[in-house]
């Protein structure tokens, strides 16, 4: 149980197009998703915690007019970069907890998306 | 403002040794630390979780230990395998936000 995916695994786009990601939660019912960069050799930066029907609240220094987040339903959250930019060649990840079990908090993370701005 | 470390940074050890990676956080008001392995290139695998109410985990031949007050924690692998190879992060989780705090990460080399 405690399945997260993440679409695409892997993206390569232009620059000045734009991008989404897409985070599931399979078998359970994620009432908060979080989404992290990782660039590399470096460890994982939160960039923004996501609450089911409600506003995404960014981390200080994360720009939410580029990375735009929507978590529509319990089971999704979108993940969009806006006017991508070398710069935000990084690898992504998001996690999900699960609200209505007993799991004290644990977050269950997706396999990242790698994203290539060129 | 939390700040999580890892040391070593690299570890290289040949097959067979037991090892220990230490963590340390400059917050003691956590409500759980975690650790994690993560392959190249790859996601995350969640392999040991301690509450803080809690000393250690234990599975298989990884055991983890939780000195809150202390700040610091510390992962066992034991009779350590080639397939153990990888990056060891730990993080901790402030319980409030839920928010999870990632250390710098150990990177793990085990040479058959």
């Known amino acids: 149980g405690a399945v997260v995916s993440q679409h695409p695994s892997w993206v390569i786009c232009k620059s000045g197009t734009s991008v989404k990601i897409e985070c599931r939660s399979l078998?359970?019912?994620?009432?908060?998703m979080f989404w992290y960069r990782q660039f590399p050799k470096q460890s994982l930066m939160l960039m923004a915690t996501?609450?089911?029907?409600?506003?995404?609240?960014?981390e200080q220094g994360v720009e939410k007019d580029k990375f735009l987040i929507n978590h529509a339903s319990l089971t999704l959250s979108t993940l969009t970069v806006t006017s991508a930019h070398p710069e935000d060649s990084s690898f992504y990840i998001c996690?999900?907890?699960?609200?209505?079990?007993?799991?004290?908090?644990?977050?269950?993370f997706g396999p990242g998306t790698r994203l290539t701005v060129t | 403002k939390q700040e999580v470390t890892q040391i070593p940074a690299a570890l290289s050890v040949p097959e067979g040794e037991n090892l220990v990676l230490n963590c340390s956080f400059t917050d003691s008001a956590i409500y759980n630390l975690q650790w994690f392995r993560q392959d190249p290139g790859k996601g995350l695998t969640s392999l040991l979780l301690?509450?803080?109410?809690?000393r250690e985990q234990t599975s298989g031949r990884l055991n983890a230990s939780l000195d809150k007050s202390s700040g610091r924690s510390t992962l066992y692998i034991a009779a350590s395998q080639p397939g153990d190879s990888a990056t060891y992060l730990c993080?901790?989780?402030?319980?409030?936000?839920?928010?999870?705090?990632f250390g710098t990460g150990t990177l793990l080399a085990v040479q058959p």
């Open positions: 993080a901790v989780n402030g319980g409030a936000t839920n928010k999870l705090i």
């Open positions: 996501s609450n089911e029907g409600s506003k995404a609240t960014y």
């Open positions: 078998d359970f019912q994620a009432t908060t």
């Open positions: 996690s999900a907890r699960d609200g209505t079990s007993g799991s004290l908090y644990e977050q269950y």
């Open positions: 301690i509450q803080s109410s809690q």
